[in-house]
């Protein structure tokens, strides 16, 4: 599904809180400034805890509301980590209106028959099982609000598989389907929608990786690529849902 440029008009997000996975770097950190930059407090959730002081001190240097910062490990984290997660962003806010699951493991590009057994389990830990995880404890939050949204990150490569993808194509099809799955659960229960959104060619250190002789001039930046981020976290898209969008 391909989504309109969408114009989101200044304090579109007030009031809002949005929860963002991977907030320390790349699109996630520009999510987390952009949806600061229309009014949401956003809770930034990572596993860098100095790279999420920078981005809370540029959130609060651009006169966004002040973010909270929940660190950890989706590699290492067990379930009691995520129970604990959620008491303490209840304690504070009570409710989320959004959360964007942006975090995501590359693991190795090489043929399945080379693959490394940990290097797998590693990418699908971070790219599904915490996302499961992480949902699972915050849905009760997402429901408290008036209206949420849940937006998984998908990829071009989660949709149609390719060669020497290996685990991230994979995880990104499970996405593709944990979506759907929690979607259809939800459809007439409560008022929360969820949505993929599947990024495109973008210029940040996973991409850099992937394809390392790529000129990352001929890429869009994160912050070309908002306007989709934006439309499906806020209330332009209540009617949106069980869809897979791309930014570009």
Not at 21 to 34: L, P
Not at 37 to 64: Q, W
Request: aromatic letters at 8%; charged letters at 20%; one cysteine or more.
């Amino acid at each position: 599904m391909k989504q309109r440029i969408f114009k989101a008009p200044k304090g579109y997000l007030q009031e809002k809180v949005i929860a963002v996975t991977g907030a320390s770097d790349g699109i996630g950190a520009v999510a987390a400034k952009t949806f600061a930059s229309y009014g949401a407090t956003i809770i930034l959730i990572g596993r860098s805890v100095p790279k999420l002081e920078k981005v809370y001190d540029e959130i609060e240097a651009d006169g966004g509301p002040t973010p909270g910062i929940y660190p950890i490990c989706f590699e290492k984290a067990s379930e009691k980590n995520y129970s604990e997660l959620h008491d303490g962003i209840a304690e504070v806010f009570g409710s989320i209106d959004g959360l964007l699951h942006s975090a995501a493991l590359l693991g190795e590009r090489t043929p399945i028959e080379n693959y490394a057994a940990k290097s797998w389990e590693a990418v699908m830990r971070v790219n599904v099982s915490s996302q499961f995880m992480l949902t699972k404890a915050l849905l009760p939050l997402l429901k408290n609000s008036k209206n949420a949204s849940i937006i998984f990150t998908s990829s071009s490569v989660g949709r149609v598989g390719k060669a020497y993808w290996g685990a991230y194509a994979v995880s990104k099809f499970a996405i593709e389907g944990l979506s759907q799955v929690l979607s259809n659960e939800l459809e007439g229960t409560c008022n929360v929608r969820v949505n993929c959104i599947n990024p495109g060619a973008s210029r940040t250190r996973m991409r850099a990786c992937a394809f390392p002789a790529e000129n990352p001039n001929t890429i869009k930046k994160p912050e070309e690529i908002m306007s989709s981020y934006l439309y499906l976290i806020g209330d332009e898209s209540i009617s949106i849902s069980g869809q897979s969008i791309d930014a570009q």
